[in-house]
């Protein structure tokens, strides 16, 4: 027996069998249905997926044979990782590497074997796929070819292994981020936004214009980062699906009659007012929902219709009945969304540049939050536009006994 000598590169492959975390895990339906496959194809009793460990072969699939590992230096395998193509062995017991192998001389009884590599990335082989048979045999040019190929669809499944273990640590990095985001952006600001109010309200002494300027410049960028800081927190805790509802009976005309006192301020920075309108018998509409998100969503739609209208325009906040439904409009006469872009108003940081403006900056997030929150409490929202007449966003909600 002429056990195989170490690959060249035998270090980073093992680095990279480590970075694969694989080793020792619990069996998985994709590769046992790669090695039955192997079996079928190659008309063999026995199929592996074997990974070469430090010491030794550890089985991810063993179709046909029931123990898990071996030693590394008994291990056909061993063998076949040195080299790019399928290392056949037609008869174990005439060949010099294997006739007195103990699994050739004893159980398994392996006479015939055929490995296929699996090479990872920078031409690493980490094991094979290799099928074995207890009589001296060959595989036809066709079951070669398969061969190869099903190797190709376990390393396939491997990178997605890999891949799926990063998305997982770019995850727990986000986590992290936006803790500390939260600790260590928000309550400054916060802080800071409050001096700011101090010094504008002028309790704690007089300001010159000038200053009285500054101070009102400073707040408003102020408000407009926290505002950003909180929609960022937000949409990682909605993609998440860490954001917890707070649900209770709604009434959604005495919502959005609240909604629209509360950004009739900034509905007359731009120079517009907002009303309310019902398009049907005027009952009560109750939802299940969370108030303060709804709040969010209108505040979002509102403000965004305020931006986009005319001078001494109105925005027009519908409220109506459409079957087990409630559906809220929220309706602005600016240029409008050219159909071509409206598929783009639901994708985070995305702003449409023809309906940009001068008066008040947003981050490109609130569409997205709305549209997350909005499906959290099961109800769907879209938007219809007319470029140069009007534009609506609208949501409908599942409606509530009350």
């Not at 699994?103 to 074997?113: D, E, I, L, N, Q």
């Not at 398969?146 to 491997?158: E, G, I, K, T």
């Not at 009945?321 to 108003?345: F, M, N, S, Y």
């Amino acid at each position: 027996m002429i056990p195989a000598p170490l690959p060249d590169n035998e270090r980073e492959r093992q680095r990279a069998l480590d970075e694969l975390n694989i080793l020792d895990t619990i069996e998985e339906p994709a590769y046992d249905d790669l090695t039955f496959l192997a079996a079928q194809i190659c008309q063999t009793p026995i199929a592996l997926v074997s990974l070469i460990d430090r010491e030794r072969q550890w089985f991810k699939a063993h179709h046909g044979l029931a123990q898990r590992e071996g030693p590394r230096e008994l291990a056909f395998c061993a063998h076949a990782i040195l080299n790019d193509d399928l290392l056949i062995v037609p008869d174990a017991r005439k060949d010099a590497r294997f006739h007195d192998n103990p699994a050739v001389t004893g159980a398994p009884y392996v006479k015939f074997y055929a490995g296929a590599p699996l090479i990872l990335r920078d031409n690493i082989r980490v094991g094979t796929l290799c099928v074995i048979d207890d009589h001296a045999r060959d595989l036809t040019e066709a079951q070669r070819q398969a061969l190869a190929a099903l190797a190709r669809q376990v390393v396939s499944q491997m990178e997605l292994r890999l891949r799926l273990q990063q998305l997982a640590q770019l995850d727990q990095a986000k986590d992290e981020f936006i803790s500390m985001v939260s600790h260590e952006l928000r309550t400054p600001l916060t802080s800071i936004n409050g001096a700011l109010a101090l010094l504008k309200s002028q309790s704690v002494g007089a300001l010159t214009d000038q200053a009285a300027g500054l101070v009102d410049i400073a707040q408003r960028n102020g408000e407009r980062l926290l505002h950003i800081v909180n929609d960022i927190l937000d949409l990682a805790k909605l993609e998440a699906g860490k954001l917890s509802l707070h649900l209770a009976p709604v009434d959604l005309a005495a919502l959005l009659r609240q909604a629209i006192e509360l950004n009739q301020p900034y509905c007359a920075k731009c120079k517009v007012v907002a009303k309310l309108r019902r398009t049907d018998d005027q009952a009560p509409l109750w939802v299940l929902a969370d108030a303060q998100r709804l709040l969010q969503v209108m505040s979002n739609l509102i403000s965004n219709a305020a931006k986009f209208s005319y001078p001494n325009d109105t925005v027009l906040v519908t409220l109506g009945r459409e079957g087990d439904r409630a559906r809220v409009g929220v309706t602005d006469h600016g240029p409008g969304i050219p159909p071509e872009k409206q598929q783009e108003l639901f994708t985070k940081f995305r702003q449409l540049h023809d309906r940009q403006n001068t008066k008040l900056p947003g981050t490109g997030l609130g569409l997205t939050i709305c549209k997350l929150i909005v499906e959290l409490h099961q109800g769907n929202i879209g938007c219809d536009s007319v470029p140069g007449t009007e534009t609506t966003f609208y949501f409908t909600l599942p409606l509530h006994a009350g």
